[in-house]
């Protein structure tokens, strides 16, 4: 069974960077073809893709974010940690990890976590 | 990036009546190796996104048969042959075949 969690921060101040840290089971992230991706939602809005880590640490970020993002894992912790620096509170917003394979793609989700950018 | 454009944006249905919510994107979501990798996510209300479709028209494992996906190219279809109460929330498309991956802006689903 695969299970995602977020955690982090439920707070920072604008300027300040923000850690997540997603924390996995049921998979491992030096199988071939596994993934582990990042995406947001703000309060009443859409769903935003962020970026995506491979299992061979080929890395994928969204153009519009990517000076601001850093996605790293720690294969075994089974963790995957994402930085977004110069947060803004625009970037309030539930985030979620994902597990996305190179075949099968964003199957399982994380709960989220909701992190408000306020000073 | 690869733009996807959903409609309606809120879609009211009877309990029981079918449901079709459209999807199209900006460019050919056919990859190299042949598989279109159209996605939908079905999101109610407080939860995470759940993943219904993959490839245009698979299901995912414990998902009802009254949905299903199709298309092809850049145009796509999600149908709820009949809706029922807890079908009730927000519907997403997203592409993988292109970088980024990029969702649709959302489709809520409510009971009329």
């Known amino acids: 069974q695969i299970t995602l969690k977020e955690s982090g921060p439920t707070l920072v101040k604008p300027t300040q960077t923000l850690t997540l840290t997603c924390t996995f089971s049921?998979?491992?992230?030096?199988?071939?073809?596994?993934?582990v991706g990042w995406i947001r939602q703000p309060p009443g809005k859409a769903l935003e893709w962020l970026a995506l880590i491979y299992w061979n640490d080929d890395k994928r970020y969204s153009p519009s974010l990517k000076s601001r993002l850093t996605i790293t894992k720690d294969t075994s912790k089974n963790q995957v940690v994402l930085t977004m620096t110069n947060m803004d509170p625009v970037d309030t917003a539930t985030y979620y990890c994902a597990h996305s394979g190179t075949i099968s793609q964003y199957s399982n989700w994380g709960q989220g976590t909701l992190v408000t950018v306020s000073s | 990036d690869v733009v996807m454009t959903q409609s309606p944006l809120s879609l009211p249905v009877t309990l029981g009546q079918p449901a079709s919510i459209s999807c199209r994107s900006s460019?050919?979501?056919?990859?190299?190796?042949?598989?279109?990798?159209l996605n939908w996510f079905q999101q109610r209300p407080g939860q995470s996104p759940r993943r219904l479709i993959y490839?245009?028209?698979n299901r995912d494992s414990g998902v009802p048969d009254r949905f299903s996906g199709s298309g092809s190219g850049t145009d796509f279809t999600l149908k709820i042959s009949r809706v029922e109460a807890e079908d009730v929330g927000v519907y997403y498309c997203m592409q993988g075949t292109h970088w980024p991956h990029t969702f649709g802006g959302g489709t809520k689903v409510e009971i009329k």
């Open positions: 490839k245009v028209s």
């Open positions: 049921g998979f491992s992230l030096s199988t071939s073809g596994v993934g």
């Open positions: 460019q050919s979501l056919v990859y190299s190796d042949g598989n279109t990798y």
